[in-house]
Structure formats: C-alpha cells, structure tokens
C-alpha cells in the first residue's frame, strides 16, 4: 500500500483527537470540580441508596459525572426495564432541576448519567438529564 495513503488516513483519524485535546481554562475548572464530587462519592460507596439500590462508583469525563449504581435485589430478566425508566425518570431525573444543591450543576451545563447494573453485574439501563435544560 502506499504510504502516502496510510499517512493521510493517519492524519485523518486522529486530527479530531488532537485538536480537541486542550481543555479551556472553564473546562479545566469543570473538570476539577466534578473530580472532587466523583471523589467524594467513591470515598464513601459502596453506599445504600435504599433497599434496592447501591451507589458503586462515580465518574467523570468532560462535563458529565456518571454514577454507578447496582439493584442488589435485582437482574435485568427480573425488571421490566421500560417500567423501571419511567419509575427512575419520575422519582431520580424529574427531581434533579429542582434540587438546590444542584444549582452549580445547572449553571456549569453538567449532564448528569445514572446508570444501573443487576446484581449479577449485568447492564440493566442508563438515564440522564442534561442540567442545562433546568434553566
């Protein structure tokens, strides 16, 4: 193959990775900020959220910060998982705008992911809500 084929498809794939490698000093901030609420979420998990529900971990990447969470009573086969996202977009993702604590998130443009794993670690869903909606 010619290498000046290989080196432009080279060039190509990664171009977009590299020019959007920085980060603005907003987003480095944002970035710090969701670190430290990731970190004190993971000091504390595995956490019982209820009965039902364990916080395992939290992440972030760009401006999302995802929480890992487990049904301990749980697998996926065991849920209708159409009814279990209505249930969870009613009573976690319809309560995020109006939760003061949360007033920083609205203004830093956070999407906020929740996502739920059976108790054999299998996927079960993921819901989120882009906080800069709530405005």
């Known amino acids: 193959m010619d290498l000046r084929i290989i080196f432009f498809a080279l060039v190509m794939i990664t171009t977009p990775w590299i020019s959007h490698a920085t980060q603005t000093d907003e987003q480095r901030i944002l970035s710090q900020q969701l670190s430290m609420v990731a970190k004190e979420v993971n000091s504390k998990a595995p956490w019982a959220l209820d009965a039902d529900t ?27 998982v159409a009814m279990f996202d209505s249930i969870l977009e009613d009573s976690v993702i319809g309560k995020l705008c109006a939760n003061k604590e949360l007033r920083s998130f609205i203004d830093l443009k956070v999407i906020m992911v929740y996502r739920y794993l059976g108790k054999d670690g299998q996927f079960i869903t993921e819901l989120s809500k882009d906080m800069a909606t709530c405005k």
């Not at 760009?62 to 849920?79: E, M, S």
């Open 54 to 80: 364990r916080l395992d971990s939290a992440a972030t990447m760009k401006n999302y910060i995802i929480y890992n969470n487990t049904l301990v009573n749980y697998t996926a086969d065991q849920l209708d």
